[in-house]
């Protein structure tokens, strides 16, 4: 139950922090195509109660945690709302603004490296600041994971999911509209697959994994003792 707490405290703001950018991203890239919907309806903004859904950023990630010992962590905050309609160019806009949030993933993925790297630097000058550096790695490798987990899932091709409203205009007209339609059980379809499609799930999640070993393998030499000591 420790442990369980523990983790819980690790992952909680790094996944609300990472599932918020995401959104607020959407949001932005909304109102520079055009379309202040985000904003009008104030969601444009870092406070955290104005994106938390119950399911989505609370119990999703906390049942994916503690069903796979905390190896995989998914979430998401409530959407932003868009009009695509108010797009200075439909296509454009709808492509840059659903891929917005999984580009600032990566740069968020980046940034947690980095700082990892440079907390790792200040835990060799101050020795006495072991536990603090350890703890506030620990958070930031969750950070990387999170971040490219996030990446990956999203990019599914899974109707209404980011990596659908690219996939969508690489169809035939006709077949377009259909695939488009998913959406109204992509909700149902995600849940069946996160409860029934582990074997897919752990091959579509694997390019992150891959991804975290080398961006983590890149600043192992900077990793505190006492993160082995805390995981």
């Given at each position: 139950m420790?442990?369980?707490?523990?983790?819980?405290?690790?992952?909680a703001?790094?996944?609300l922090?990472?599932?918020?950018?995401?959104?607020?991203a959407?949001?932005?890239?909304?109102?520079?195509?055009?379309?202040?919907?985000?904003?009008?309806?104030?969601?444009?903004?870092?406070?955290?109660?104005?994106?938390i859904?119950?399911?989505?950023?609370?119990?999703?990630?906390?049942?994916?945690?503690?069903?796979?010992g905390?190896?995989?962590?998914?979430?998401g905050?409530?959407?932003?709302p868009?009009?695509?309609?108010?797009?200075?160019n439909?296509?454009?806009?709808?492509?840059?603004?659903?891929?917005a949030g999984?580009a600032?993933?990566?740069?968020l993925?980046?940034?947690?490296?980095?700082?990892?790297?440079?907390?790792?630097?200040?835990?060799?000058?101050?020795?006495?600041?072991?536990?603090?550096?350890?703890?506030?790695q620990?958070?930031?490798?969750?950070?990387?994971a999170?971040?490219?987990?996030?990446?990956?899932?999203n990019l599914?091709?899974?109707?209404?999911?980011?990596?659908?409203?690219?996939?969508?205009?690489?169809?035939?007209?006709?077949?377009s509209?259909?695939?488009?339609?998913?959406?109204?059980?992509g909700?149902?379809?995600?849940?069946?697959?996160l409860w029934?499609?582990g074997?897919f799930?752990?091959?579509?999640m694997?390019?992150?994994f891959?991804a975290?070993?080398?961006?983590?393998q890149?600043?192992s030499?900077?990793?505190?003792?006492?993160?082995?000591?805390?995981?």
């Amino acid at each position: 139950m420790n442990d369980t707490l523990q983790n819980i405290l690790f992952v909680a703001p790094v996944l609300l922090f990472s599932v918020i950018a995401h959104e607020y991203a959407h949001g932005y890239a909304a109102l520079r195509q055009g379309d202040p919907t985000a904003q009008q309806l104030g969601r444009l903004t870092w406070n955290p109660v104005k994106h938390i859904d119950p399911f989505l950023t609370i119990l999703m990630p906390l049942m994916m945690g503690l069903a796979s010992g905390w190896q995989v962590m998914l979430g998401g905050a409530k959407p932003v709302p868009v009009d695509p309609g108010n797009y200075r160019n439909l296509r454009r806009g709808d492509i840059i603004v659903s891929l917005a949030g999984v580009a600032t993933n990566l740069v968020l993925a980046i940034l947690f490296t980095i700082l990892i790297a440079l907390v790792g630097v200040v835990g060799r000058a101050v020795p006495a600041a072991g536990l603090t550096v350890g703890i506030l790695q620990i958070m930031m490798i969750y950070g990387v994971a999170i971040n490219l987990m996030l990446i990956v899932f999203n990019l599914m091709p899974i109707p209404p999911l980011d990596g659908s409203h690219v996939v969508k205009y690489l169809l035939p007209p006709r077949l377009s509209i259909k695939y488009q339609e998913l959406g109204r059980y992509g909700f149902v379809i995600l849940i069946a697959m996160l409860w029934f499609g582990g074997g897919f799930l752990r091959t579509w999640m694997r390019p992150a994994f891959i991804a975290q070993g080398a961006l983590l393998q890149t600043v192992s030499p900077l990793i505190h003792p006492t993160v082995r000591e805390l995981r």
